[in-house]
C-alpha cells in the first residue's frame, strides 16, 4: 500500500519521508492553482522519480500520467535521448543573454520550426512560459499597428470560455470566471464572441454548423470595430482550459479569411494544442483549403516543445511583422525581453524533442495510439452519467453528469482524490474528464487507463 492509500485511509503508518515533505512543502511552498486549505484533507503527493509514463512517490507508489504533468511532458519522465541532450549541452553553455549574442541551439531549433511551417512563419521571439508567449504576440501585433500608422488598432477579440494565460495582458484575453473575476480592476477589456464549441450545437446542427454560426459572430464584430481591433486570438480546434472544447477546423479556415479581409492580425495559441496533440504537428494545419495552409500572423508555443523538461515559450511570426520593426529608430524595435530568453538548455531539449518526432515518425505513431484510445474508451461513450464524448487526436474527453449540486461543485476534487488510488493522475476541469497523456504509451497502460478512468467514474459518481 503506498502513502496516498495509508493517507486517505487515515493510517498512522505513512512513510516518514513522504510526511516530511508535505509538511514542509505546506509551510514553505505557495503551490500553483490550488486552494491550500484544500490539502488539510487532501494530500500532496510527494513524487521522488519519474520513469516513462509513470511518476513515483516517496513510498514507491506509482501513477500513470495520464495529463502529461499539465500537458507538457511529451516522450515520458527521464526520457534517455533528452537527458543526453541535455548532458552533453551542460558541459558547453548552460546560459548566455541573447541580446547581442546568439548560439547554435537557438538558430537551430528556430530554423527548424520555421521549417515546419514551410517558411511562412520565419521569425521566432522566444520567452520561458505560456502567458509570457502570449503577452509578447499582443504586444507585438499592437506595435506592428502602431509603426503601421494605425494606433487606433489596440483592441483584443477572444472567445467564450478562452484561456490564454494568468498575467495580467494574458487574462485580458481570458475568458474564465475562476482565473479572471478577482483581477477584474487590472485589465483592459477584450471583446468575447461566441465559442465554435461543438457541444453548443442545436437540434439538426453539426459541428461545422456551430463553427459557422460563430464565424458569423466574429465578422459582425470585425465589421463594427476592425478599425480598432488589432487581433483575434484563438486555441486552434481545442479550447482546453474552456473543459476540452472541440470545434471544427473549419472555424480556422473562416476567421482566417476574416482577419484577411478585415486587416486584423490571427493570434493562435498552440501552447497546449501544438507540437502534435491533435494529430499534426501543429493544430493550424488542420485549417488547410485548395490554396494551402492558412497560417496564422503569430503562433504561440510552449508547454510541450521542451518535451516538459525545462521552461520555454516561443512566438512565431511572419516576415511582413518582422520588418515592420526593423529600422535605425530604436523606438520602432521590439524592445521586450525575459532574462532567460532563448535558454540553450531549453532550445537543445526541444531540439532533442523534434529530432524524437522526426526518428520516431511520432504523428503516424499517434494516429495508431488515438485509435487505439478511442477503442479502449468506448465503453464510457455510452455510459449513461457521460455526456460529449470527444477526441481530438492525443486529446480524449468527456462531461459527467452529476444531478446534485453539492456534488457537482466537488466532483474534480472526489475524481482526482480516487483516482490516485487507482495509481492514476487524472485532474478534471470542473465536469470534465479529459486524458492528454505522454505519446508512448503501450497497449497495456492505454487499457489500464481506459478500465481504472471507467472504475473511478463509477465510484464518484456511484458515492
Known amino acids: 500500500m503506498h502513502y496516498v492509500e495509508q493517507y486517505l485511509n487515515a493510517s498512522l503508518t505513512t512513510d516518514r519521508v513522504a510526511n516530511d515533505w508535505i509538511a514542509r512543502s505546506k509551510k514553505s511552498v505557495w503551490h500553483p492553482c490550488t486552494q491550500m486549505q484544500h490539502h488539510e484533507t487532501v494530500p500532496l503527493v510527494p513524487v521522488s522519480h519519474g520513469r516513462g509514463a509513470w511518476l513515483y512517490d516517496a513510498d514507491g507508489g506509482r501513477y500513470l500520467d495520464a495529463i502529461s504533468s499539465w500537458w507538457v511532458n511529451l516522450f515520458g519522465h527521464a526520457n534517455p535521448r533528452i537527458n543526453a541532450a541535455l548532458k552533453e549541452q ?213 508547454k510541450g516543445i521542451s518535451g516538459g523538461y525545462l521552461p520555454l515559450s516561443l512566438v512565431m511570426t511572419r516576415d511582413a511583422i518582422y520588418q515592420a520593426f526593423y529600422d535605425p529608430d530604436l523606438a520602432r524595435g521590439f524592445l521586450h525581453s525575459h532574462s532567460y530568453t532563448g535558454n540553450p538548455l531549453a532550445c537543445r531539449a526541444a531540439l532533442a524533442t523534434l529530432q524524437i518526432f522526426e526518428e520516431d515518425d511520432v504523428l ?48 474534480s476534487r472526489r475524481f482526482f482524490t480516487e483516482a490516485l488510488r487507482q495509481e492514476l493522475l487524472l485532474r478534471p476541469i470542473g465536469r470534465t474528464v479529459y486524458l492528454m497523456p505522454p505519446y508512448i504509451l503501450d497497449d497495456e497502460e492505454i487499457a489500464l487507463l481506459a478500465a481504472r478512468t471507467q472504475a473511478v467514474f463509477d465510484r464518484v459518481l456511484g458515492a
Request: glycine letters at 8%.
Open 90 to 302: 551542460l558541459d558547453l553553455l548552460e546560459h548566455a543573454m541573447l541580446a547581442g549574442f546568439t548560439h547554435e541551439p537557438v538558430i537551430a531549433l528556430s530554423e527548424k520550426l520555421s521549417a515546419l511551417t514551410g517558411h511562412a512563419l520565419g521569425h521566432c521571439f522566444y520567452a520561458s512560459d505560456g502567458a509570457s508567449a502570449t503577452e509578447i504576440a499582443l504586444k507585438m501585433s499592437f506595435h506592428y499597428w502602431r509603426n503601421s500608422g494605425k494606433d487606433g488598432k489596440r483592441e483584443f477579440v477572444c472567445l467564450k470560455g478562452s484561456y490564454h494565460g494568468e498575467t495580467v495582458g494574458a487574462l485580458a484575453v481570458t475568458d474564465v470566471a475562476i482565473f479572471r473575476d478577482a483581477y477584474g480592476p487590472l485589465l483592459q477589456q477584450a471583446h468575447v464572441v461566441m465559442s465554435p464549441d461543438a457541444r453548443a450545437a442545436g437540434e439538426g446542427e453539426s459541428a461545422a454548423d456551430v463553427a459557422r454560426r460563430a464565424a458569423g459572430e466574429l465578422e459582425t464584430l470585425l465589421r463594427q470595430r476592425s478599425e480598432s481591433i488589432a487581433a483575434v486570438i484563438i486555441e486552434p480546434l481545442v479550447q482546453c482550459a474552456a473543459g476540452m472544447a472541440m470545434y471544427d477546423p473549419v472555424y480556422l479556415q473562416q476567421v482566417r479569411a476574416l482577419c484577411d479581409r478585415y486587416q486584423v492580425h490571427l493570434i493562435a495559441d498552440e501552447i497546449a494544442v501544438g507540437c502534435g496533440r491533435t494529430g499534426t504537428f501543429f493544430a493550424s494545419e488542420q485549417a488547410a483549403n485548395q490554396d494551402g495552409t492558412a497560417w496564422p500572423d503569430f503562433l504561440c508555443l510552449s
Open 364 to 411: 503516424r505513431r499517434n494516429r495508431e495510439r488515438s485509435h487505439a484510445i478511442a477503442a479502449a474508451f468506448a465503453p464510457l461513450r455510452d455510459h449513461p452519467k457521460a455526456r460529449h464524448f470527444r477526441q481530438r487526436g492525443m486529446i480524449l474527453a468527456f462531461d459527467a453528469v452529476v444531478d446534485e449540486p453539492d456534488k457537482a461543485a466537488t466532483f
